[in-house]
């Protein structure tokens, strides 16, 4: 199944296929470019699912029986002289109904595709955290300028009218020429040594950590309410029983649905786990596979960290004030790796600690709080206090800690 699912639940790639633009053709060319041994199944699946479009969207199984059939006809033809298809076929048999209504879920149910859940994370993936080489928040609405916030805390609220007030006193119009038209989402990017607090349009409370990039509608007009999220997030989700939120992740295959609640996000692409933390309430952490769909559901006191490699959720229960009292500029920790620690501390003062021999700190653990409030010097002065190690001041933006 591997061989191909992940092209058929790729939004991009069915939009590519049925629906082509110039940035969706731009993107697979490059992409076929950048991976040339998985040019020969693209091109195959290419031309396999363009002879699957129904002119209805409605079709019996008996239908969808006889579309496949003729695939399966087609992919005989080509057997013997490309190996490509017959791997193919060999997969498409056992799953073929389902990989169609997959299809027509994805694709035709919205024939005038606009921007899907890939588009926007790989979006958010290559914004870069400091694009002007300042460093300083930015807020991207739309396609207009950034705004450059120079503030190490800054707070965004939006009004009733749907426009934005910056740090209680600057207010900014809300985009009137795309009123009416496409879903417009508007960017944050946090740099490192920096944090950010928005209140959305719904009242939702979103507070995001230092090296955040953060992806949100100017306003949830469809059923659902669902923002973007790379780095770190606590979020506070005003109740709508009627639109669940819903937070996708870098991971693609990754989200939290809630209807109101309070919980911790931690996806930082150099991370090898994504984790989430309830505090109040109840979510529910999705993995969505094109044969199945996984659900976790957390109780408050709960972490569900999924693993990178072996993409898998586990739950245990945790202390949640570890995980989310960065908000108020502390950090705390039981029991974990100095590693972690440091790369945190990284994060919230936007500096370069390196270990003179990381060898010694692989397997070193530690426990206490840290207020990230203090200078550098003194957070790195109470860090090696419970430990063996010494810090020595290279720069103000580099440190070595041996």
Same mark, same amino acid.
């Given at each position: ?36 041994? &998985? ?7 290419? &031309? ?14 008996? &239908?969808?029986?006889?579309? #496949? ?8 033809? *080509? $057997?013997?002289?490309?190996? =490509?298809?017959?791997?193919? *076929?060999?997969?498409? $048999? ?20 606009? *921007?899907? !859940? ?46 934005? =007030? ?9 985009? =009137? ?6 879903? @417009? ?33 100017? $306003? ?14 606590? #979020? ?21 649905? =809630?209807?109101?609640? *309070?919980?911790?996000? /931690? ?5 090898? !786990? ?16 094109? #044969? ?12 569900? /960290? ?63 709080? @840290?207020?990230?409030? !203090? ?15 010494? #810090? ?11």
């Amino acid at each position: 199944m591997e061989l191909y699912s992940k092209y058929i639940e790729n939004d991009s790639f069915l939009s590519w296929i049925y629906n082509p633009t110039a940035e969706t053709t731009k993107f697979w060319e490059d992409y076929m470019l950048k991976h040339p041994q &998985e040019k020969e199944l693209i091109e195959a699946l290419k &031309e396999i699912l363009r002879d699957l479009r129904p002119e209805d969207v409605e079709l019996s199984e008996k &239908e969808k029986e006889e579309i #496949f059939t003729k695939l399966l006809n087609k992919i005989d033809r *080509k $057997k013997k002289s490309n190996q =490509v298809f017959f791997l193919l *076929k060999r997969t498409y $048999k056992y799953a073929a109904i389902l990989i169609l209504a997959l299809i027509i879920g994805t694709v035709f149910v919205n024939n005038n595709f606009q *921007k899907t !859940d890939t588009f926007l994370l790989n979006d958010i993936s290559k914004t870069p955290i400091d694009s002007l080489g300042k460093p300083n928040t930015q807020l991207i609405l739309g396609s207009r300028k950034p705004l450059l916030i120079d503030e190490k805390k800054s707070l965004i609220e939006y009004t009733e009218q749907g426009n934005l =007030v910056l740090n209680e006193r600057d207010t900014i119009s809300g985009d =009137v020429e795309n009123e009416g038209k496409s879903l @417009l989402f508007n960017k944050l990017i946090v740099p490192f040594g920096k944090r950010s607090k928005i209140i959305l349009s719904d009242g939702s409370v979103v507070h995001l950590n230092a090296g955040t990039k953060f992806m949100f509608p100017e $306003k949830f007009d469809s059923n659902e309410r669902k923002v973007f999220l790379s780095g770190e997030a606590f #979020f506070e989700v005003a109740t709508n029983k009627e639109k669940p939120f819903i937070v996708k992740t870098i991971e693609e295959k990754v989200s939290i649905e =809630v209807l109101g609640t *309070k919980f911790n996000v /931690s996806a930082y692409p150099i991370d090898s !786990d994504i984790l989430t933390v309830l505090t109040e309430g109840k979510v529910v952490v999705v993995e969505k596979n094109i #044969f199945k769909t996984q659900r976790a559901i957390l109780k408050p006191g709960q972490l569900a /960290s999924w693993n990178k490699d072996a993409k898998k959720v586990s739950i245990k229960k945790v202390n949640t004030d570890n995980y989310t009292l960065w908000t108020q500029g502390l950090l705390y920790f039981e029991s974990e790796s100095i590693i972690n620690i440091v790369r945190k501390i990284e994060r919230f003062y936007n500096v370069k600690i390196v270990f003179e021999n990381p060898n010694n700190a692989k397997n070193i653990n530690v426990s206490g709080k @840290l207020d990230l409030n !203090d200078k550098i010097e003194q957070t790195l002065e109470n860090l090696t206090i419970t430990t063996e190690f010494k #810090f020595e001041i290279i720069n103000d933006k580099k440190y070595v800690l041996k």
